[in-house]
T-cell receptor
């Protein structure tokens, strides 16, 4: 069965620190990849997505992610975090069958200290 | 602004009650999904639909049922709520085709007492 692993469950950083959140998936076929963010009390929002082409994708709010097919990874990065980045981050993989259902990782809770 | 609406946003209800969580989207999307999210946990797919009159069970077993009589509407029903149903329920939709993202609703936080 397909699965998504996020290795960091809780991350605490100071403002201006760099961020990298790991995401690995297990699915041998073609995938679409996503990072979602959930700010406290708000709904899931799309940060960025990868469908094909350049494996380095840029999203909103200065986030980027790199798809490394050989490592089945799609890590999220940001060079300098802000207090407003405090949120929960979910990596997700879309199964490429007719359902296109999303498989989510367990999430990473990021706390950025001012 | 999301074009997918879930009501109610919060619901506290007694054990044994029947409840329906509403989900509507205005984008004409064929694919719709219900996810369940416990605090601090990942989202699990409980139901999805390919389109009108299509419903499928997701990866996580659920005692809830869904219907899809209209494209825009995908309600979720619990015939007899139990405390184990306490969770957040998220509705999502996407168009047909390969390379599309998903739009999520704000969720319904259900508490069964």
């Amino acid at each position: 069965a397909q699965s998504v692993s996020q290795h960091n469950h809780h991350v605490i950083l100071s403002e201006a620190a760099s961020l990298e959140l790991g995401c690995n998936y297990s699915y041998g076929g073609t995938v679409n990849l996503f990072w979602y963010v959930q700010y406290p009390g708000q709904h899931l929002q799309l940060l960025l997505k990868y469908f094909s082409g350049d494996p380095l994708v840029k999203g909103i709010k200065g986030f980027e992610a790199e798809f490394i097919k050989s490592k089945f990874s799609f890590n999220l990065r940001k060079p300098s975090v802000q207090w407003s980045d405090t949120a929960e981050y979910f990596c997700a993989v879309s199964v490429m069958d007719s359902s296109y259902k999303l498989i989510f990782g367990s999430g990473t809770r990021l706390l950025v200290r001012p | 602004e999301a074009d997918i609406y879930q009501t109610p946003r919060y619901l506290v209800i007694g054990t044994g009650k029947k409840i329906t969580l509403e989900c509507s989207q205005t984008m004409g999307h064929d694919k719709m999904y219900w996810y369940q999210q416990d605090p601090g946990m990942e989202l699990h797919l409980i139901h999805y639909s390919y389109g009108v009159n299509s419903t499928e069970k997701g990866d996580l077993s659920s005692e809830s049922t869904v219907s899809r009589i209209r494209t825009e509407h995908f309600p979720l029903t619990l015939e007899s709520a139990r405390p184990s149903h306490t969770s957040q329920y998220l509705c999502a939709s996407r168009p047909n085709g390969r390379d599309y993202g998903y739009t999520f609703g704000s969720g319904t936080r259900l508490t069964v007492v």
